[in-house]
Nanobody, 125 residues
Framework: QVQLVESGGGLVQAGGSLRLSCSAS????????MGWFRQGPGKEREFVAA????????YYADSVKGRFTISRDNAKNMVYLQLNSLKFEDTDVYYC??????????????????WGQGTQVTVSS
């Protein structure tokens, strides 16, 4: 069983930056692909970014490509999401997730096995 805890959310002005962190425990972190998703009120949870279990490959949703960067530190059991050039529409709860997915880059909710509780990101216009 893997436990995930996100941190780093907050209130930021449009154009600003935030760095989200996700701490993992209870499993072999380096065996899991990791992803970030986000969800707003009344909306479906949507894919943001994923990183392969060895950190070699990443994949981004078109809406965040070029602005967000996912990274991981397997020695520290941490995954990060750097959010730059934030827009009002980036306001959401951001969730960290872990997937037992070999060397793939899962992008669907059902492909992920474990989820964190989420951290709120609010961008003021």
């Amino acid at each position: 069983q893997v436990q995930l805890v996100e941190s780093g959310g907050g209130l930021v002005q449009a154009g600003g930056s935030l760095r989200l962190s996700c701490s993992a425990s209870g499993g072999t972190f380096s065996s899991y692909a990791m992803g970030w998703f986000r969800q707003g009120p009344g909306k479906e949870r949507e894919f943001v970014a994923a990183i392969r279990r060895d950190g070699v490959s990443t994949y981004y949703a078109d809406s965040v490509k070029g602005r967000f960067t996912i990274s991981r530190d397997n020695a520290k059991n941490m995954v990060y999401l750097q959010l730059n050039s934030l827009k009002f529409e980036d306001t959401d709860v951001y969730y960290c997730a872990a997937a037992n997915y070999g060397l793939g880059l899962p992008r669907l909710l059902l492909q992920y096995n474990y989820w964190g509780q989420g951290t709120q990101v609010t961008v003021s216009s």
